[in-house]
């Protein structure tokens, strides 16, 4: 079994851990910051595809997270409120059922992504960087002045929403709908990652000419990937907001897609457990640092900066060494 394989299967086995220790102990807390974890691994494992296997470096990925996060805090506000989204042509009303708000929250973060990249993906290098940034700050400043779902102050939810069978509002049982995901989610990127299509987007990232000249569309595939990249991410988001029961537009904001790109950076670019990785790293610095400075961002530079010099390939490369990404 190769040394990745069993990094991988440790990292999971971790994650699953550590919330079960917690309950043992009666530490909800603890089990809310390994939920946030693996929300942000789910984020990352999005860009991921894109990034690892596209080499699609985006700003704007937040514009998507932020889009699963308020299709989750419009639908649920409207059903709290017993008022309906629409009521002509025909009567839409809100739902407070997970399943249903993240069924919407994949269909618009996609459907956004796709008109997003249809247009940036005309470009490349910092070009493309630079338009994907410009639109994920578009809805920044977009939600800060829609007065109708909070604006800057955002939105709170009072009640987390529902799923068959499980009580949502119980810390473990969450934590087990996101870890599910997660496992659901890293499954299908690898699957993803491997099929035709998969190494049709890696070719096209290496060498763009050869796969013209075997009749591929190196356009058709990066819009396909990031589409994919945008929906996972806005599953992500969907799942935070519901965590938080709160949503604003700092969702949207540069800062977001910043911290999501150094979940992959940490972890490892292109590689399938790299976000997951990153993301658990990153929140467990930001629990241990920012109880010695509000600051704590100053520290996470340096590491950030170490992993780029030390470890290019990320702390998954600096254990498993150079292997296949995406195994």
Known sequence: MRKETILNACVLLGLLAVP???????????ITLATKAVIFAIAGVGLNF??????????????FFGIGGYTMGILASHAQNYAPLMEWPLV???TKSMPVIWLFAVLFSSLAALVIGALSLRTSGVYFIMITLAFGQMLFFFMISWPAYGGEDGLVIYVRNGFPGLNTLDPIQFFGICFAILCIVLFLV??????????ALSGARQNEERMQAVGMVPYRLYLIAFTISGAITGLSGA?????????????????????IMIFIILGGTGRLFGPVVGAAVFI????????????WHVYLGA????VVLFARGGLIHLVAG????HD
């Open 190 to 199: 690898s699957r993803m990652a491997r099929s035709s299509f998969g190494l």
């Open 303 to 306: 590491i950030l900066l170490g």
């Open 50 to 63: 894109a990034l690892g296997l596209g080499g699609l470096v985006s700003l704007g990925h937040a514009a």
């Open 284 to 295: 467990l610095l930001e629990h241990m640092l920012g109880g010695l400075s509000e600051f």
């Open 92 to 94: 839409i009303e809100g």
């Open 322 to 325: 150079r292997e296949v990404a």
């Open 239 to 259: 799942l935070f907001a519901d965590l938080n029961r709160f949503v604003s537009p700092t969702m949207f904001s540069w800062q977001t897609s910043g911290e």
């Open 20 to 30: 079960l220790w917690a309950l043992s102990v009666d530490e909800p807390f603890i």
